[in-house]
């Protein structure tokens, strides 16, 4: 078996993981081995070369980022740039000058302390949009090897894409890879017609691509997990937690606090629920654990003062002896715990306003009791509502009257159709877990590579260029 080699912006410590990204690497890494590099925030001026960083299971190597790095590439590009525009809020796009191009400059100088370390039969498998140019800079380098990309997040609209002044650069990035996986099949529509739109391109199938003479291959793969261990998680959680004193009915929010995981309108959706029903046997208690994110970038700040300004209003109006409506905690909580307090909740309430595939919607469902499980109460907007319309109760996030509807829905709903729900989303997260996300990702990253290495061969060329397809083209364009 070949060699697997992981890039991504963080590079995960012993230790349970977190995340969504490494949670889902990680059962992969540890089974099969391999090599994972990234990023780490260092000192003013960092050394040019790439650190060992202990590991059990695999290899890992870290390229520390200077200062000014960190502000440009992560902070600045990476989280105040392509993280808006990637969830379609173009509203928010912070351009200023020469953060674009120490994101490029980190991609390359990543890619040329990372060459020496390749072998050629190695498979490289870059993660996430921090470092989308990492394969053209590896071509540059005269690297051969099949190098996949997986976007972790959802691909934005054509109008959003062109909101980048650089959109074809940015849509050029992707040319270099053998395969790019995308969480759902919108995705992969929105990314079609994103080359579409920007003109010249002619569809080869509805996962390839001819566009300004680069092939370019997609598909989607949505992310899953070991919903197995995640219950026998839980399970454990419950015997070893002290119960909460609480008699009302638990509702549950676990997210990073982001302006993209639609908390403060999930509090209005709450509020307009309490609002409809006032009577004692209808109240819910509502605990929703959102720990600090890129506290550096303004809108992380403007979102936080938004949430606590609400969570107080809410209390204020709805609070009783014996009834406090909604509990905000502002910290991580260990993963265990999380497990546990998903296992005893009667609803998730999961409403971002755009998610790539929102994992925390899946642990839910893989935590529940299945003889009383809980309902999901899911936005039609994360990614997982692709995989699990049949068995969540679907809202809209931009509407409180929505979510106040959903809640309505799962407070009332009998336990025989709890249970049929609950079974057919199980089934689904058991068939599609994390090691099957990784194989079937893995395995068409291989198919994809071998159509290039003999385009290549039969081209007589030595490095990429431009491709001749063996698939028949598609007459006319998209
Ligand atoms: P994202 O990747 O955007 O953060 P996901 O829902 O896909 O969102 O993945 C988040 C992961 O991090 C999940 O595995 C979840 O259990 C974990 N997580 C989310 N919130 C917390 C928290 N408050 N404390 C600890 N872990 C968390």
């Known amino acids: 078996m070949s060699r697997l080699v992981i890039f991504s912006n963080r590079v995960p410590a ?3 993981p977190s995340g969504g990204l490494v ?19 260092g000192d003013e001026e960092p050394p040019d070369t790439l650190i060992p960083r202990p590991g059990e299971t695999f290899d890992r190597l870290t390229m520390p980022l200077s200062r000014a790095e960190h502000e440009d590439y992560y902070l600045g590009y990476a989280n105040s740039v392509l993280w808006p525009m990637l969830h379609g809020r173009v509203d928010l796009l912070d351009v200023s000058s020469g953060q674009r191009a120490t994101y490029e400059a980190v991609n390359r100088r990543l890619a040329k302390l990372a060459r020496p370390h390749l072998r050629d039969t190695d498979i490289l498998w870059i993660h996430d ?28 609209d054509a109008g959003s894409v062109q909101a980048l002044s650089h959109s074809d650069s940015f ?13 759902t099949s919108r995705d992969v529509a929105r990314f079609l017609d994103a080359f579409r739109s920007a003109g010249a391109a002619q569809l080869i199938s509805g996962r390839c691509i001819r566009w300004q003479d680069e092939i370019i291959r997609v598909g989607s793969f949505p992310i899953g997990i070991d919903a197995d261990g995640f219950r026998d998680m839980a399970e454990d959680a419950i015997r070893t937690q002290t119960p909460p004193l609480s008699s009302h009915r638990l509702m549950i ?3 990073r606090l982001d302006y993209t995981k639609g908390i403060p309108n999930r509090l209005r959706g709450f509020q307009t629920y309490l609002r409809d029903h006032p009577a004692e046997e209808d109240r819910i208690a509502f605990v929703q654990i959102a720990p600090p994110t ?13 949430l606590e300004q609400l969570s107080g209003e809410v209390n204020g109006e709805f609070s009783d002896i ?15 715990a999380i497990s546990g307090l998903l296992r005893r909740a009667d609803i998730a309430l999961i409403t971002p306003l755009n998610d790539g595939m929102n994992l925390v919607a899946k642990e839910f469902v893989a935590a529940q009791d299945p003889e009383d499980p809980g309902v999901l109460v899911l936005s039609k907007f994360a990614g997982a509502a692709e995989q699990l319309e049949g068995g969540a109760v679907l809202i809209n996030p931009h509407d409180p009257a929505s979510v106040a509807d959903g809640i309505r829905k799962a407070a009332r709903m009998p336990v025989g159709e709890r249970r049929q729900r609950h079974e057919q989303m199980y089934d689904i997260l058991r068939q599609s ?14 198919a994809s590579a071998v159509i290039r290495i003999s385009n290549l061969a039969s081209l007589g060329q030595g490095s990429l260029g431009p491709m001749t397809s063996p698939l028949t083209a598609f007459p006319g364009k998209l």
């Open 253 to 255: 929010g676990v997210d």
């Open 14 to 16: 012993d230790g349970p």
């Open 322 to 336: 014996g009834y406090v409506p909604v509990q905000y905690i502002h910290r991580a909580v260990a993963r265990s």
């Open 129 to 156: 949009y921090h470092l989308i140019p990492l394969a053209a800079a590896l071509r540059e380098l005269g690297v051969t090897n099949p190098i996949g990309f997986f976007l972790h997040t959802p691909f934005p």
């Open 433 to 446: 877990n994390g090691d099957w996300w990784a194989d079937s990702y893995l395995r068409a990253l291989e």
């Open 294 to 306: 890129r506290e550096d970038v303004g809108a992380y700040m403007d979102v936080r003062r938004e």
């Open 171 to 183: 849509l050029r990035w992707f040319a270099a890879y053998d395969l790019v996986g995308l969480q």
């Open 23 to 41: 949670v889902a690497l990680q059962s992969t890494m540890d089974n099969r081995g391999g090599l994972w590099i990234g990023t780490e925030p």
